[in-house]
Every structure is written in C-alpha cells, then in structure tokens.
C-alpha cells in the first residue's frame, strides 16, 4: 500500500465525500494543484453517474414497485445518496448539499400541499426523466453549484417548490405575503439585523404577482410553473432602508403591471450587491470548506467577500482562492470540521465499504443522526457544527458504523487477510483504511486491547471478520471520525 | 446575531465536566431530586397563532379582521372572560384542555412577549430561549438553572425528545441529553456476546478522553460519554407501560417516553418536547375539519390529554408542571392565503399539579387604531402585556425551588402572574 497522502485525503473529504482508497490514490497520482482543478473545472469531466444506479460494483439501491427517483421521496434520497458515494464531479455535489441548506426547502410541507409526487418532482426530478422536463430544485443546484450567486437566487426565486415552500405562490397585490421576501433577506443574503421590518413588508410587495401556475393538466404530462401574474402585482414604488441602485437610490420606482417583474429583479440585485451579503457567504464557506473549529481567518474571509463583489457574485473564484488558501491546505485544519450526516454516511461508505450494502439502510439511520435529506428542520437548515451532536446522535452515529461493519464483515476480512499479521497491524491496516486521524495514546491502545480481547491471536478467517468489523466500527464510531 | 453553533464552539471549553460514576447516579438524582418536581418545557413552532387558539369570540374586530379564519361563536368552547370582560373560547378541537380547564389545573396567560418583539423565527426562539431580548445569545434559560444545581449534574437531569438539544437547555457546565426515541438509544455490535462487551469497553475508554488542547474532540467525546452513562436508565423507559392511550405521532411518543422516564424515577428534573407546523402562513383553514391549525390543535388536544391522564392515573400529576410558549404570534389581519403572518405576543400555558387554572391577563382590543395601546405595528399586531421572564421566574422561585434573579440576571417577579 502507498504511503497516505493526507492532503489529497483532506481534499476529497472536504471538497468531496472522502473517496475509496482507489480512487484517492488515483488523485494523489495527480498531484494537489491538477487534482484540484478535476475537483473544479469537473464541466469537463461526463456525469453518468445516474446510470450506474444497480450496476455491480456500485452501492445499491432498493427498489420497491421500480425505482422512481423523480416521483418518490424515498428514492430521490436514495439516489442522492448514491450519487454522493460514485459521482465523479464530487464538488458538485457537495455544492449542491452546500445550497440544498442554505436555502433550505422541505418536502413535507410541499407534499401536504400538492402531494407526495408532485412535491418529489419540484425537489429532485430530472428535465430528461421527467414527462414534462421538470427541473427540480436539486438540479437546480447542481446547475448553479458553482455558478453565480446573483443568477441562483433569481432562480430560487422562481422555483416552484420554493415559490410553495415560502407561500409566494399565493403573494398577491391585495394581501402581500412576506414569507419569502423575508428569509430572502435574512437568510439567503444579508443576514439577520441588517434591516427594519418595513423592508420586509416592502419586499413582499416586490414579489406579488410572483406566482404559480400549472401548465399541461393534472397529470405526469402536466408541472407547476413560475407564473409572473401582472395583474397581481402591486405597481406603487417601494422604499428600502438601503441602496437598491448603484446610483444610491433606495426607491423601486411605480412599474406598470407588465413592467413589473423588474422589482423583483432590481431587489435581488441589491440584496446580493449589499455590503453584508459577500462576507455572509463567505463566514459560510469558509466554515462550510476550511475550518469550524479555529478562529477563522479573517484577511482570507475578506478576500473571499472581495472576490465575491470583484467577479459580480461569482462562487467559483471564490472557491478557487479558498482549496489554494494556506489555511485549507495547512495540517491545522484537518479534521475540523463536524460532519454533517451525510457527509459522515458517505465518507463511511467509502472507506468501510458498501459491496452488498443498499443506500435505503441510510435513511432512517440519517433521520436519527438529524439530517434527512430534503427534510431540512426548517428554512434556515440544519444547526450545524457541534449542534449535530448530542447524547443521541452520537448514539446513531456509532450504531451506523456497527451496522455497515456488520454488513462488511466479510469483504473487511477478505481485504485484511493479505496484510493484516497481528492485532497492531490490523489496528494500522483500518486507521489507514478510514483515513482516521490518529487517535491519542489511550484511544490507540483502547483499540488495540480490543483487537487482543477474547481467544489469542491466530489470524483465523473467524477471528480475523469479527475483528475487523470489531475495529472499524470502534474506529467510524469514534468522536475522531466525526471530523472531516 | 451568534448562532447555536457560533455559542457552542465559545463555549466549549466548558464541556470538560465530568460525569459521576455510574453506580453513584441513582443516589444523586435522589439527592438533587428531593421534591421529585419535574418541568416540561412544551414549544410550539412556528409562533402560534393565539386567537385561533383562545377566542375572543364575541369581538366584531375579530370577525372583521379575519373574514375566513374567524371561529364562529357558536363553535368555541367557551371558558368564561377574562378581567377585562372579554368573553373567551378555545378552539374547538381543545375538548382535553377544557376538561383539564375545569379541572383548575390548567391557566392561560395571555399577551406574553417582550417590547419591540421580533419577528424573525430564529431570533425570536433565541429571545425566549435565553430570556433576553438585547442579546439572545449563550447558555439558554433553563441551562443556567440547571448550572445552579449542585455539581456534578446527574447526566439525565435534562432530557430533550428532540434530536438537537434546545437553546433553552444548553448550559455551561452541565450537558442534556438528546433522547427522540428510547427504542433507539441502545447500543449495536457487530459482533455478538462477549465480544459486543469488549466493543463497548472500548469506545466507553475511547470517548472517555478529553484532551483540553482539542475541546471539540473533547466536546464530541462529551456526548458519546453521555451516551454510555446513560443508555441503561433509558432502556428501562422502554419497559413502561402508560396507563392512557398516546396518540401514534411524534409528539404523542415523545410526551409518552416523559412520562415514562418520570415513572421510572430515572433522575430528570426537566424535559423539552416540541410540536411543530405553526408558521401558518396558507391554508391555516381553522374552520375546516382537516385545515392545518384543526389538527395542529387536535395533536396538541391529544397528546395533552393523554399525557394528563396517564399521569393523573400514576399518581404522577401533582410532581409535574407543563409549560408552553411560541417564538410569536401571529399577525391579526388574515392575509389573501387564508393564512397569518407573523406578529407579536402570543399566549402561553400552563398546566400542572399545582397550578392555579384560570385565565390571566387581558385579551387585546383589536380596534385597529394607531393609538390602541394593546396593539402595536400600526394596530396590526398584538402588543405584549405580561413579560414572559415574569413567567419564568415564577417558575423557578415557585416550582423549581430556584432563584429567577440569579438565573434571569434580573428580577421580574413581581409582574408575575401567580399561576402557581
């Protein structure tokens, strides 16, 4: 085995879901600098990762009555999931997890609005699978991972699971709805505290008319559609606390109804131009891609919002200046960052293995862990950081380890027979394995008691599958493992 | 504004504390626990809507203001008026809350908040969660009670049945345990028998580690050592056996495990339930049978009553005391979705053993001049009239044999209503 390359490992879990040891020694192969432009510039690179879906060799999934991705919940969860195992444009992905909570968007009130199915189709379908080429909200995502800020939050705007999410659905000129003109300013710009209440009250007048509208019937052929509705939309100008043209002007000028769209598009503009927009994104990428624990670095942060004005909300110069930032590449920020649930399921399944495992063993394994995908708590996300972790996460988190370990038992002891001549070696053959942080001298010696606990060392094939399952679920189980 | 996470890694260095020694805890808790009094923090969220919930029925402002949403009269479920004449019902679906009304174990408190009430969600749980106004931040309300008690804190002296542990609970040096299911709070082994026994002796020396120089190692550890310090009072709330049906959904189960944990003595003094779905922005339908705040009202009837009753039943009743709050009201104009916005004050619960029931406070005049003095936003919104730090400080001086001054870092007690 090669020697580990811990800065293609810290990569890949953080600009990725980890990775197998296959592939991780395929991008140290690369080198840092042209690993990370495959981890970028990932355009390039086909995305067939959908068809692999039940091929051997990959994670699987359970099919109950067919596989049905773009119209039920269960099965998107499921190809996400293995989508974060095998896509090979891991950014993106981890983007589009990035966007799916900051702009939070959950299932269940969209399902109690217009049911399970069309609620699955406006989160998660795919234009080339779906009758009437729905582009669900993920795809969205994945559209603008790395895209322009300004351009996404025009097509969250847009968004028909969004536009039911936060009820601008039903935003009309006689009754303005300030649901999502709020959370608009809130939480996916500015931030809380940047702005007087009438702000809210004038945002939501900027958005009536902002509606829905189903096109194409009831059925599959038929989808909900952004709808800009004229005669909803309230035409009197609008007074914000801040500038919302470049010239200073803080007034959204009386706009005839047909004209009127361009409210909408002139206060986007403004919220994303704001002076409190760019370093807000970018406290939240760098927590996000660099390091939760330390006092973050500030002169990186203010470049990161620098750039943000400089390329006019661009998020992928962003991200170039932060993989390429002494802080992200420096040891110090290794292992400091919570994971998140699925990250934490992902990287488990990579590096413990997942041959004869199905991803729908996840989901309510995840639901206790406190992330189930497209069920975020509410649309400010999941609480992140040292909030994954309590008493009983922690419990749900150990016991997702012993249930993959179990599952693996046999390809672990497969794979460590070749090499595995003791219980010293096997305790250093699984660290390597999970690509584990080492573990203080008590802990390493806590895991090396157990690899000696029970009947003396023989390296028997029974003794060696419940030692190894034994080891990497002490290991994914461990507070260590819970950092990427 | 800080956030959870932001509070949680300022404080973690206080999450060196130590857990007791395990075959200690069951003395401990009936050291701490003298009274066997318990709390059970209750949060709708969303911000509840109060006058869906208690009606001011006969007001033609009500009916004005909310053509759709307005409960008829002859439908509430009349409780009498309050000091200022206003007659009140409640909603329909709360036929458990009016027995337990009744009963005089049940006091609504009405128009509770703060001045210049926020009307952000977020800021607005942080504001009730840490009982401050100009700076929700840091260690919640209840966490700083719970860092009064005697130390070492028994790790189940606070048990959330929600899978985050609350702002309100988070507390400097003591640690709450996150418990959504008592089923699920057992360990798994890959390996069966002895093995599994060796498996657990590990991960309890591994997590048994708290490097200071690493306090989010340290803080992670934390909660694996609570885990295994309490994974075996837990399981014997799997054995409970209630005394009343619970309804099937999350929050039925959730007040079920509490009384379960009560009934098995396991040591908790205060308990964090949640039933969400009150952002009722559309389709709050209240005058459907199957509209959205109907069966919000219905879930909370239910388990209510159930929880009530099976207490009641246990003899378990008189120790505890159930105290309900939301981030805000809601806005008093209904808005075109047949929904409400978010507003101000809202109305809190309370129902307990000792509890003086009744009705507290007075209902808003929803006249919708820019001078009514119980209106605020320009007459849209309910304005406060009870602090609700005066709530909990009764709380803590009265129930919880604590002190509001200390814990609260002012005193409110005297514009408390005396409910208990």
Redesign the interface.
Known sequence: MAPRDVLIEHLLRRAGFGASPAVIEAYADMGYATALDALINYESIFDDVDTKIGRPGYVLITARAGFAPTTNITDARQRWLFRMVHTERPLQEKMALFWHNHFATAFGKIA??VGATEATRTLAAKPSEDAAGVKGQLEVFREFATGNFRDLLIAMARDPAMLIWL?GR?N?K??????FA?ELM?LFTM???TFP?AD?YAGARVFTGWNLARVGGNGAAGSFVFNYNANQHDTTAKEFSFPIYRNGGRTIPSRAGAAGMQDGLDLIDAVASHPATGPRLARKLY?FFVN??DPPDQALIADLARIYYASRFEIKPMLVRLFTADAFTSSASFY?R?SWPAEFVARALHEVGWAGFSVNDALTPMV???QQLFEPP???GW?????W????????R??FA??L??NQ?FELRDQAKPVVKSPESLVSWAMDRLTAAS??S??YN??L??AR??ANWTGSDTQLA?KA??V???IA????Y??V | MMTRREFVRGGIAAFTFGFAAPEFLSDLARAQDTARRNLVVLYLSGGNDALSMIVPYNDPQYRERRPVLAIPAANVLQIGTDRASTALGLNPRLTGLKSIFDAGRLAFIQRTGYANSSRSHFQGTDIWSTANPQVPQGAGWLGRYLDTIPSPADPLVGWSTTRDVPRLLLADRVGVAAIPSVAGYALASPNPGVDAQFARQAATRIASHVPVDMPHLAFVNASAQQAFATLDRVAQVGFYRPAAAYPNNGFGQALQAVAGAMAAGVGTRVFFVQTGGYDTHAGQNTNQANGSYPQLMGTLNDGLLAFYTDLVRQGLFKDTMILQFSEFGRRINENASAGTDHGAASVMMVIGGDVRGGIYGTAANLAPTPDNPTLENNGNDIRYETDFRSVYARVIDNWLGGNSVQVLGGDFRAAAPPFV
Do not use: C, I, W
């Open positions: 109690g609005a009820d039903t009309v006689a009754r303005p709805q300030e649901n709020r809130e931030g809380v505290g209440e809210v927590a939760e624990v400091k919570y206790t862990m406190g509410d649309v400010a609480d992140l950081g040292p909030a972790f309590t008493s009983g996460s922690m419990v749900a150990m016991n012993a249930q370990a179990t038992k573990f203080p008590d802990g806590a895991l008691d157990y606990a029970g419940t399952s034994g990497a679920h002490l189980g461990s507070a260590h819970q950092f």
